[in-house]
């Protein structure tokens, strides 16, 4: 009897159901139809005349002799060598992630042990420089960039993002330390482990799910990056994104809609296929830092 008492009202599980179908079709709309749309030309895509020739793609197959063409893609990764950008993305996302993460680690956690008062105050402060538009923190690196002749370079970059990303790193980390109990510490101190022993041994496999919640959160900032990486890098050191912004050209420059539409979907892919694979890492990792312990 209880368990039929529990259950959900017919109307209900249904419109609950309509609404989780509704939504998922709505999430996945866009996505799905820009991957469409990177098969076809672009007077099929962004036609006018016919909605229609997005679906059929008329244009595309009286081109190409059939509805769907990779030309876009060629053109993008061949052409316009977008994969020179997409190893670009790869070397600062990786060298992002791996320094925030050694900086972040190592300071949350001695903050987290740290019994003065200033350790709040430090997280404000660091609140604040991150609450910052990385725009207005851009604009001061610039003059220092060009006299010394490191302005376009990745490395560049790569200061300025780990700059930018880290006082979201050392607050998320710390909090994930908050909640691992200090008891921990001790008992591994009175088995002989010195602080730094007790830190590698036991406290980072306890919060290894934040580690990585956290890293895939720098990793996304550095991968979606367009403010800082369009302006302290040259044209032949770009990164995807703001490759994929030139594809679209400006005012005064030609550019070509299909490879920018190609080559977000390349540059999106990778996103998908990085959150399944570690979606329950992900949720464990928020879990453990929202209950502290």
């Not at 302005?151 to 780990?162: N, Q």
Request: charged share 10%.
């Amino acid at each position: 009897m209880s368990s039929i008492a529990q259950r959900k009202p017919l109307g209900l599980r249904i419109g609950l159901n309509l609404f989780i179908v509704v939504w998922l079709i709505m999430a996945a709309f866009p996505f799905v139809w820009t991957v469409w749309g990177s098969f076809k030309v672009e007077l099929d895509f962004f036609s006018i005349a016919d909605w229609t020739n997005a679906i059929f793609g008329r244009n595309t197959e009286a081109t190409y002799g059939t509805p769907f063409t990779g030309a876009g893609y060629f053109g993008a990764w061949v052409q316009e060598e977008f994969w020179r950008n997409a190893i670009n993305t790869t070397i600062v996302c990786l060298f992002v992630v791996a320094t925030s993460l050694t900086i972040g680690t190592l300071g949350a956690y001695a903050l987290s042990r740290s019994g003065f008062k200033y350790v709040f105050w430090l997280l404000i402060l660091a609140l604040i420089f991150r609450a910052m538009p990385p725009i207005t923190l851009v604009s001061g690196y610039l003059p220092v960039f060009f006299d010394w002749n490191v302005w376009g370079y990745l490395p560049t970059s790569i200061i300025v993002l780990v700059a930018i990303n880290q006082p979201f790193t050392l607050w998320m980390l710390h909090s994930f330390f908050e909640s691992i109990p200090k008891e921990l510490d001790e008992s591994a101190k009175v088995d002989g482990c010195t602080q730094f022993q007790a830190f590698r041994r036991v406290i980072i496999p306890v919060m290894w799910p934040g580690v990585i919640t956290t890293g895939l959160f720098s990793f996304l900032l550095a991968y979606n990056d367009f403010a800082v990486t369009t302006m302290v890098l040259s044209e032949s050191n770009r990164t995807m994104i703001p490759a994929i912004n030139a594809f679209m050209g400006t005012t005064q420059t030609e550019g070509n809609v299909m490879f920018a539409v190609a080559a977000v979907v390349s540059a999106t892919v990778p996103l998908f296929i990085m959150v399944l694979f570690f979606q329950r890492q992900i949720v464990s990792g928020l879990t453990a830092g929202a209950v502290k312990g």
